[in-house]
């Protein structure tokens, strides 16, 4: 088993014999014989216990026992409580989810404070296994079908080539006791019926099924390597780095849900969003879909991606200076007698006579309009801005130079408004100015 151990180390590139590295250590079998195995194996090891005090007198036997068992093999160990009950009303997450964030949050922590190079978790085949069919009957992708992988950033599981009665075998082999977790043994969650009653009967129907199992999710994980080249390869031929995609270009791939999936579930878009935009993408143009960090829109010919920003606002300026607009802009409002016109998208320059104080910046209305200068009629900017082919988002984004009549003399960054033009009669000029930090 030592030398199983050993080859499946090596042959993911887990541990490095120089480093230190944390055992996660709840006292149970998988955690005790990871230790013992990775201090045979002559890895240098510190193991920490985490007491979340939901099981009363039986998380302070677990306490009291991972302290024997590392006084008497002289391994260090770092202990912790937490009030994890609190801590899960507070965040308004499940138990077993608060458990799991105040855990690796520690082990990170402790990894940075003692110079550890990871956390070794005690998952093995089998648990392995429960992850894949959990995600299974959820319905995931393929990444979801790979069960667990043998290191994720910090995070490192050497006995994922074991199962668990090889684990039991074992400790029994070297007449090493343990403690048992009560609450793993009531089928009350999907992960202990999966484990209690599922997996058990998939071994009597097919004697086998739990190694076969895993021999899938190790075929898929291969698959996946191939999977996420490709994958990667499309994003970048689709440039999704500019939040942008076309939709023919969309529709001419293999599988554009598979595409639309990748590129959109690390934004927080969920399967059932991605599938309602692949049905719109033709004929529903304006159409919006939000996740809790990104909007996504149909625009047209392209869908377009961006973060969810903080409501626009309106400033006052009652005279000329320099004006904080919000964290990364910033307006210079001057004026000079230097009539020199600008052609920068970012400056306006106007006859500082023909504008009344104060001015207003503040978002576009409906119902808006101006005289786009050089032009004698009215436009409205809503229609403006289709002209110069500004999508919803961006629209959405506009701001306005009002002056005290409440006219628009600028629409930030295009045009500004014809009645308010620099002639030969004009004598001093308003500039306006913005620049991001």
Sequence with gaps: MLRRVQQFIEKNCLLDSRKLYLVGLSGGADSVALMLIL???GYNIEAAHCNFK???????RDESFVRELCKKHNIPLHVIHFDTKEYAELHKVSIEMAA???RYGYFRQLCNDIGAEGICIAHHRDDAVETLLMNLLRGAGIHGLTGIRPKNDYVIRPLLCLSRNEIIEYLDSIDQNYVTDSSNLVDDVLRNKIRLRVLPLLEEIAPGATANIDRTANYLRE????????ISCEKKAQNTDTGEVLIANLLKLPSPSVFLHEWLSPLGFNSTQTE???CAVNGESGREFTSFTHTLVIDRTKLIVEPISKPMKSIKIPETGIYRYDETTTY???ITEDLCISKSADIATVDADKV???LTIRPTENGDWFIPFGMTGRKLVSDYLTDIKYSILQKRRQLVLVDASGSIVWVVGCRTDNRFKVSAET????????KLD
């Design 427 to 434: 004598t001093k000029m308003l500039r306006i100015s913005y």
């Design 39 to 41: 201090r045979d194996l």
């Design 276 to 278: 309602q935009i692949l």
């Design 54 to 60: 939901l099981r009363g007198n039986e998380s302070d």
């Design 223 to 230: 698959a996946e390597k191939i999977y996420d080249k490709e």
């Design 100 to 102: 799991r964030d105040l």
């Design 356 to 358: 009344k104080f104060p």
């Design 332 to 334: 210079i409002i001057e």
